[in-house]
Every structure is written in C-alpha cells, then in structure tokens.
C-alpha cells in the first residue's frame, strides 16, 4: 500500500529554518500534487502552500516570501522549506498529496501523519 510519511519538525527559534519532508513509498509512479496544511487547537486546518501538476505554487499570505513548497520526484518526496520562522507558525503540519501509484491510473490523495513545528525563543 501507500504511504507517506513526513519528517523534519522540531522547536526553532524565532528567524530559524527548517525544512519538512513529505516522503511516499518508492514504489509509485510520481507526486502529482501536493499540498501542506497546518492546524492549532484554536483554529482550523489552513492551506500553506500547493504546487500542481504543472508545478505552479501558491501560498497564503502569511507565509508569502518566507515559505517554499517543492517536489523531487525521482526521490518520491515533497518538501516546504520553511525560512524566517514566527512564533505564529507554530502548528501541527500535515501534507496531502495527489499520488499517481501507475502511470494510467487516476490520482489519489494521502495525508502525512502530522508534524509538530515550534517556534519559540
């Protein structure tokens, strides 16, 4: 089966970076899309950033200039290189991605399990 896993949270000081990884089984044909969401106890899941098929990005403003999403896929893994980091996106991150398992099958979406991202001094 598919799965994907994702890596790269931690505690970062305010102005830190990281980079999240959003790796899925070797096996499939390619990431066909992907999106990375963050989520806290006091509000709802929010889209950070997405990249099509075409890999054209978007981003919410809040992270507009400081946030990059990317995909390698001869690796199968999607990242978010998160730079200038702020106490306010502190979140549990969580990406989707569209999955082509073959080469003439319909794209599938999976969820990452969740990382934990902390910004504080």
């Known amino acids: 089966q598919v799965q994907v896993v994702e890596s790269g949270g931690g505690l970062v000081q305010p102005g830190g970076s990281l980079r999240l990884s959003c790796a899925a089984s070797?096996?499939?044909?390619?990431?066909?899309?992907m999106g990375w969401y963050r989520q806290t106890p006091e509000k709802q899941r929010e889209l950070v950033a997405s990249?099509?098929?075409?890999?054209?990005?978007t981003y919410a403003d809040s992270v507009k200039g400081r946030f990059t999403i990317s995909r390698d896929n001869a690796k199968k893994t999607g990242y978010l290189q998160m730079n200038d980091l702020k106490p306010e996106d502190t979140a549990v991150y969580y990406c989707?991605?569209?999955?082509?398992?073959?080469?003439?099958?319909?794209?599938?979406?999976?969820w990452g399990q969740g990382t934990q991202v902390t910004v504080s001094s």
């Open positions: 990249i099509t098929s075409g890999g054209t990005t």
């Open positions: 070797r096996s499939i044909f390619s990431i066909y899309a």
């Open positions: 989707n991605a569209a999955i082509l398992v073959n080469s003439y099958t319909m794209p599938r979406n999976y």
